[in-house]
């Protein structure tokens, strides 16, 4: 039998409030949510704010982009340069980390989470 985890949506910012192909950040309990208006794409992400590297909440400032021949969203910290999946949380580099991923939807003007 399937374990199925209950998604629930919480109302993080309106769209206006995070900039075009850029990223802001919201706290939700003990946590820090980076959310990326991915425009270039149309496409909207989020992720833990903190970058397991070096334990920095940076991630929300990071540079958003596309890595290799799926042109895969990514975004590097803006301190380390270490890049991450934005659909998966995965390290792109060569290290074992990861971060992670919250699903968005956005509706009437507002961006919403997913959150366990």
């Known amino acids: ?11 993080a910012c309106y769209v206006d409030d995070v900039p075009e ?40 400032r990071g540079m958003i982009g596309s890595a290799g021949e ?14 991450f999946s934005l659909l998966t949380g995965e390290c792109l580099g060569e290290e074992e980390l990861t971060i992670k991923t919250y699903p968005v939807k956005i509706a009437d003007g507002k961006v919403f989470v997913g959150v366990d």
């Open 1 to 11: 039998m399937e374990t199925v985890i209950a998604t629930r949506w919480i109302m």
């Open 21 to 60: 192909n850029g990223g802001s950040c919201i706290k939700h309990g003990d946590e820090q949510i980076a959310i990326f208006n991915f425009a270039r794409r149309n496409e909207w992400y989020a992720t833990q704010n903190l970058c397991p590297h070096k334990q920095q909440m940076a991630i929300s």
């Open 70 to 83: 799926s042109c895969e969203p990514k975004v590097a910290c803006p301190f380390h340069k270490k890049t």
